[in-house]
């Protein structure tokens, strides 16, 4: 390398010093370790390769505190004569990364890979002495994960199909005894929301063959493609006039089966009440009888048979009559079984 090339390389890096320092106070500084003027210019040195002098670094923290002293920035500096300056007030508090974490760590939707890279990058809006106390991260291939290495795409495939109105098509699969996914179907729908409910995203869309609306388990679609025709209109769709529900769809579907809402009454316990307003809300009636409670709901029947199911030691189903038939012929069924 030339001299007058050298030299020019070098004054481009100095014009970058006051990225540069703001890079080095998020990574290095917090409350506990701030920086003094000469600890930031030999980070610069050290990361960077930028040679600068202590007065420059004092110009450049001027001009910070002068872009972060504004009223509502989410980044505050914080400098003392004596110890040094430090990032007192970051975009993500720890605690709020570590609920992100956290909440990508139980996504079941995403794989072990992209769980990984997803937390790398939280853990990059902290400094480096937040990383080691998110020791969890080291076991994100422990969790329960998809390997369906498309997820990711489809999500940006659904969002540009609703956006452009177009229709979609897919391989739904399911998973077999080999523990790997194979076809079962390859429906086109309309896309019209993602949805995302215990712990798993799925895609809410009307299947224009069945003229049905269905709920597809995002990590369960391959091989996603746009296709040229226009979505159907969601206020088309039978039970969907009025467009969207987000409430009844949270409240009446506990599992996503797109069965007809129906009103369903039943008896609880009083010792899984707490577990009755955490799946359904409290926009329920529940009605004190001597001992236990009435419970009634605009539900989907299928998800409220396997829902009841599962509380069936506390929980007895008055209404409608059909349901209740279908859970004693499911309970018969399975009582043979064990006998």
Same mark, same amino acid.
């Given at each position: 390398m030339d001299k007058k090339h050298l030299e020019l390389t070098m004054e481009e890096s100095k014009k970058l010093a006051l990225l540069r320092i703001l890079h080095i106070l998020q990574k290095y500084s917090d409350e506990a370790h701030p920086l003094t003027q000469d600890n930031?210019?030999?980070?610069? @040195?050290?990361?960077?390769?930028?040679?600068?002098?202590?007065?420059?670094?004092?110009?450049?923290?001027?001009?910070?505190h002068e872009a972060y002293d504004a009223i509502n920035s989410s980044i505050v500096l914080t400098s003392d004569p004596r110890k040094g300056t430090y990032i007192e007030q970051r975009e993500f508090e720890?605690?709020?990364?570590?609920?992100?974490?956290?909440?990508?760590?139980?996504?079941?939707?995403?794989?072990?890979?992209?769980?990984?890279?997803?937390?790398?990058?939280?853990?990059?809006q902290s400094n480096q002495y937040f990383r080691p106390r998110v020791k969890n991260i080291y076991s994100v291939n422990d969790w329960n994960k998809t390997d369906n290495m498309s997820v990711f795409l489809n999500i940006e495939l659904v969002d540009?199909?609703?956006?452009?109105?177009? *229709?979609?098509?897919? #391989?739904?699969?399911?998973?077999?005894?080999?523990?790997?996914? @194979?076809?079962?179907?390859?429906?086109? #729908?309309?896309?019209y929301?993602?949805?995302?409910?215990?712990?798993?995203?799925?895609?809410?869309?009307?299947?224009?063959?069945?003229? *049905?609306? @269905?709920?597809?388990?995002?990590?369960?679609?391959?091989?996603?493609?746009? #296709?040229?025709?226009?979505?159907?209109?969601?206020?088309e769709v039978e039970g969907y006039k009025s467009g969207?529900?987000?409430?009844?769809?949270?409240?009446?579907?506990?599992?996503?089966?797109?069965?007809?809402?129906?009103?369903?009454?039943?008896?609880?316990?009083?010792?899984?009440?707490?577990q009755v307003v955490d799946w359904f809300g409290k926009d329920i009636k529940i009605e004190d009888i001597g001992g236990r409670y009435n419970v009634s709901l605009l539900a989907s029947p299928t998800a409220m048979e396997y829902w009841a199911l599962q509380y069936v030691k506390s929980v007895e189903v008055i209404a409608p009559k059909s349901l209740r038939e279908r859970i004693k012929e499911t309970l018969d069924s399975g009582v043979k079984k064990y006998d």
């Open positions: 930031i210019v030999e980070y610069l @040195h050290k990361d960077y390769g930028i040679e600068v002098e202590r007065k420059v670094v004092g110009r450049q923290l001027a001009l910070l720890d605690s709020e990364l570590r609920l992100l974490i956290d909440g990508v760590l139980s996504s079941r939707h995403i794989t072990a890979k992209h769980s990984k890279d997803l937390i790398e990058k939280l853990c990059a540009e199909a609703i956006e452009s109105g177009k *229709q979609i098509k897919f #391989v739904y699969n399911k998973y077999g005894a080999d523990k790997k996914l @194979h076809k079962t179907s390859n429906p086109r #729908v309309s896309p929301q993602l949805i995302l409910h215990n712990q798993r995203y799925y895609l809410m869309a009307r299947h224009e063959r069945f003229e *049905q609306m @269905h709920f597809y388990r995002l990590d369960r679609i391959t091989n996603m493609e746009i #296709v040229e025709q226009p979505l159907t209109n969601i206020r969207i529900d987000y409430k009844k769809i949270s409240s009446g579907l506990p599992y996503m089966f797109a069965d007809k809402l129906e009103y369903v009454e039943f008896l609880a316990d009083e010792s899984v009440l707490d």
